[in-house]
């Protein structure tokens, strides 16, 4: 992988919003107002006079979950990338957040534990934090603020279709329930999320669709709520992840994760693969934390407040748009709607982030608004080819495994690279950093194949040995 890739990661995860407001654009539409849509929303408040979000749900002004997004009841962590950019754009907002309930780890300070088969990594003592809430909470906190913003406000509706004038987006067209409606828009932005129909639309419409690949990742989540015991202190630790190996995870766990919530909560999440469903009754729950670290028990000691809500994903999915051959112009794609990965590696919502940040790129080098924003998916594309490396690369290595298929020597290497640095990271804060630099999406994942950093990683392992 090239150095110029790694520095344009680089530069997408440490950019900053512009300084002040230029609209070249009058009216921008986002059709769906979740994490994705809302972000790429107070990216376009610099760049259009109006921007128009329309989203088919019911917005609940609290943190409630809601129809469309599904996951919601799921453990949500916000990763560092995601983090920076949120605080970015809205600032002030983790304040806000903490004073709402939210928790802030540092898991530089060891705040934030992640074991594999039980043995925590080291400390890395570098400038990483994650923010705990819930996702209902963390969606209803960026949604007021977005909202705030001048010129931005929210429709309720489902979009239905584009109109199209000499080869650009012109409209949105959208039901409310009662009557038909179409808003004239100069850019049109995609957050429909994962079922977006936007393929459909433009291929009806005599434009190329773009090829959807799918690589089957069969997960089963279970998550539940329990209260937080009074005694717990900032010097507890608000957010723990356990990856267990193959067959090694009590009751079919392949990975649990236990963040502390707002209303003095812990969110608890067991994940297994396949047939394995762990966490099917509150005991078989509680059994299997207590069964995987002291933290995972101490989270589920509490009254259960919410009961077991379970979600299935059958596979992760992402759409070509670079490559089109006829494509509108004034038309853009984030979030699900682009890509969605196995989410036990929870890139999701940092994603959207970086693909705001790429809008924010696009928009601001004054591109020819008359052509397809070929810019734009080529700076996602770096986005996508990274989340994907990580998710993807994790589910071939265990299909592999299960269907006993020896990979090509290249992929071997790559893993024996990747197992020798997870290994160092439980003994060197070193490389603990540079893995959780690719964990938290503030580096490329090219990175970790730096021959210093395997250099270092396998002299450790030669040493635990
Ligand atoms: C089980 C699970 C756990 C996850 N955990 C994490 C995690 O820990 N960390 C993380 O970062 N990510 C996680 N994710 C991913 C995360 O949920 C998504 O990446 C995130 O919600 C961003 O998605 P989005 O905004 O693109 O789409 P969505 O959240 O799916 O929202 C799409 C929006 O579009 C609206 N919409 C759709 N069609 C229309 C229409 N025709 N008209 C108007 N509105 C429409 C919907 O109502 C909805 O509001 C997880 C996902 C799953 C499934």
């Given at each position: 992988m090239s150095d110029s890739v790694i520095s344009a990661f680089d530069g997408l995860v440490a950019a900053a919003p512009p300084a002040a407001s230029t609209p070249k654009?009058?009216?921008?539409?986002?059709?769906?107002?979740?994490?994705?849509?809302?972000?790429?929303?107070?990216?376009?408040?610099?760049?259009?006079?109006?921007?128009?979000?329309?989203?088919?749900?019911?917005?609940?002004?609290?943190?409630?979950?809601?129809?469309?997004?599904?996951?919601?009841?799921?453990?949500?962590?916000?990763?560092?990338?995601?983090?920076?950019?949120?605080?970015?754009?809205?600032?002030?907002?983790?304040?806000?957040?903490?004073?709402?309930?939210?928790?802030?780890?540092?898991?530089?300070?060891?705040?934030?534990?992640?074991?594999?088969?039980?043995?925590?990594?080291?400390?890395?003592?570098?400038?990483?934090?994650?923010?705990?809430?819930?996702?209902?909470?963390?969606?209803?906190?960026?949604?007021?603020?977005?909202?705030?913003?001048?010129?931005?406000?929210?429709?309720?509706?489902?979009?239905?279709?584009?109109?199209?004038?000499?080869?650009?987006?012109?409209?949105?067209?959208?039901?409310?329930?009662?009557?038909?409606?179409?808003?004239?828009?100069?850019?049109?932005?995609?957050?429909?999320?994962?079922?977006?129909?936007?393929?459909?639309?433009?291929?009806?419409?005599?434009?190329?669709?773009?090829?959807?690949?799918?690589?089957?990742?069969?997960?089963?989540?279970?998550?539940?709520?329990?209260?937080?015991?009074?005694?717990?202190?900032?010097?507890?630790?608000?957010?723990?992840?356990?990856?267990?190996?193959?067959?090694?995870?009590?009751?079919?766990?392949?990975?649990?994760?236990?963040?502390?919530?707002?209303d003095k909560q812990w969110l608890v999440m067991l994940m297994g693969y396949g047939d394995d469903r762990p966490g099917r009754t509150i005991d078989d729950f509680r059994a299997a934390c207590a069964a995987l670290l002291p933290v995972f028990a101490q989270a589920t000691a509490g009254a259960v407040t919410r009961d077991i809500v379970t979600y299935h994903q059958a596979e992760s999915r992402r759409r070509h748009f670079t490559g089109l051959g006829r494509f509108p112009a004034r038309l853009v794609v984030v979030g699900d709607a682009v890509a969605s990965f196995n989410p036990v590696y929870g890139q999701g919502m940092s994603s959207a982030a970086l693909h705001g940040s790429c809008l924010s790129a696009y928009l601001a080098g004054d591109p020819d608004l008359t052509r397809p924003a070929t810019d734009f998916f080529a700076l996602q594309q770096l986005v996508v080819d990274a989340a994907w490396a990580v998710s993807a690369g994790g589910d071939s290595a265990r299909l592999d495994a299960l269907a006993g298929v020896e990979p090509p020597e290249d992929v071997r290497r790559q893993r024996w690279a990747l197992q020798q640095v997870i290994g160092a990271s439980i003994v060197d804060g070193s490389v603990a950093c540079s893995f959780n630099d690719v964990s938290y999406m503030l580096r490329h994942p090219a990175t970790l194949a730096d021959p210093a950093l395997l250099e270092r990683a396998v002299a450790a392992n030669q040493n635990l040995e």
């Open positions: 654009l009058d009216t921008a539409c986002v059709i769906g107002g979740s994490i994705a849509g809302l972000l790429a929303a107070r990216v376009l408040s610099d760049h259009a006079r109006r921007v128009v979000i329309i989203e088919r749900d019911e917005l609940p002004a609290t943190g409630q979950s809601r129809p469309s997004v599904p996951q919601d009841h799921q453990v949500h962590t916000l990763l560092p990338a995601g983090h920076r950019w949120v605080e970015r754009w809205l600032p002030g907002f983790t304040q806000e957040a903490l004073d709402m309930g939210a928790v802030l780890a540092d898991a530089g300070a060891g705040r934030v534990l992640t074991a594999f088969d039980g043995h925590p990594q080291a400390p890395s003592h570098a400038d990483h934090h994650l923010l705990t809430c819930s996702r209902p909470f963390l969606e209803a906190r960026i949604r007021a603020r977005v909202l705030a913003r001048p010129g931005v406000s929210l429709v309720r509706g489902r979009a239905t279709g584009l109109s199209y004038r000499d080869g650009a987006v012109s409209a949105v067209s959208y039901t409310d329930g009662t009557a038909e409606h179409t808003l004239a828009a100069d850019f049109v932005v995609d957050a429909m999320g994962r079922g977006s129909r936007l393929s459909e639309w433009i291929s009806q419409d005599g434009y190329d669709k773009p090829a959807l690949e799918r690589l089957e990742s069969p997960i089963n989540y279970a998550t539940a709520l329990f209260e937080r015991d009074v005694q717990f202190t900032d010097l507890d630790v608000p957010c723990a992840l356990a990856l267990c190996s193959p067959g090694a995870g009590p009751d079919g766990v392949s990975v649990a994760a236990a963040n502390a919530v707002e």
